[in-house]
């Protein structure tokens, strides 16, 4: 009589799907043993912390998958379901909507400019960046983001850590704003984002949209496509 315990993946807890057999002869789903590689360098055997030197080598007990198959079918069925399931999440991309622009309004009392004293500074602006909130997508992706304003400007190189990403100043010019957006680690995006932003005076405020897609593929590594 077989039990459903002697078959049951100590990863997932679910009947083994796929089971393979490490050296150290543990046995586990091989999507289980798999999505262990894809977070760690170094694998070891999540039972007797053994190293696995390749979990992409390990073979499937075709024998013992047939085996629980016939034996717990109802078990198996749905953890095939569970895992289809699974896949289709982990390729699902999670589209990012990004707005940035700036404010705009006029100064009635303004001060002459540091740069050059005979222009007035009479110019109030913010330039910002923000994540537009949509269902399941978590709002805290973004490490930093950076505005680099005219080299006329103290201190030209404006850093934000957190939201909201934006920064208000005057002056009596217009010039493009490079954003440069750090993704946290956690999202798998390695190289920033880069923006760029025509200040505008002509109206209180204008704004553009910038879509991110980022895939949560399994290679969990720098997948970033930008439209
Ligand atoms: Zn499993
Ligand atoms: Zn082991």
């Not at 946290?184 to 949209?209: R, Y």
Request: a positive charge; proline letters at 7%; aromatic letters at 10%.
């Amino acid at each position: 009589m077989e039990s459903l315990q002697d078959h049951s993946c100590s990863i997932c807890l679910g009947v083994f799907f796929n089971p393979v057999n490490t050296p150290c002869d543990h046995t586990f789903c091989q999507p289980c043993i798999v999505e262990v590689q894809v977070y760690k360098q170094q694998v070891v055997c999540p039972l007797c912390r053994k190293s696995i030197k390749d979990v992409y080598s390990l073979k499937i007990d075709d024998e013992r998958e047939q085996l629980i198959k016939n034996t717990f079918p109802k078990q198996y069925q749905k953890r095939q379901n569970d895992i289809i399931q699974q896949r289709l999440l982990q390729k699902q991309a999670i589209k990012l909507t990004l707005q940035y622009g700036n404010t705009h309004e006029i100064i009635s009392n303004p001060k002459p400019s540091r740069s050059n004293p005979n222009i007035m500074n009479s110019h109030r602006w913010k330039c910002f960046l923000k994540v537009i909130p949509s269902q399941g997508v978590p709002q805290d992706y973004i490490e930093k983001v950076e505005f680099q304003l005219h080299e006329t400007f103290q201190n030209p190189l404006i850093t934000c850590h957190n939201a909201p990403y934006e920064y208000t100043t005057s002056g009596w010019g217009c010039f493009p704003i490079p954003i440069k957006i750090y993704w946290k680690i956690s999202t798998g995006i390695s190289t920033p984002t880069k923006l760029v932003w025509d200040l505008q005076f002509e109206s209180p405020l204008q704004q553009k949209t910038h879509e991110i897609k980022i895939n949560k593929s399994e290679s969990n590594s720098d997948n970033l496509q930008i439209n």
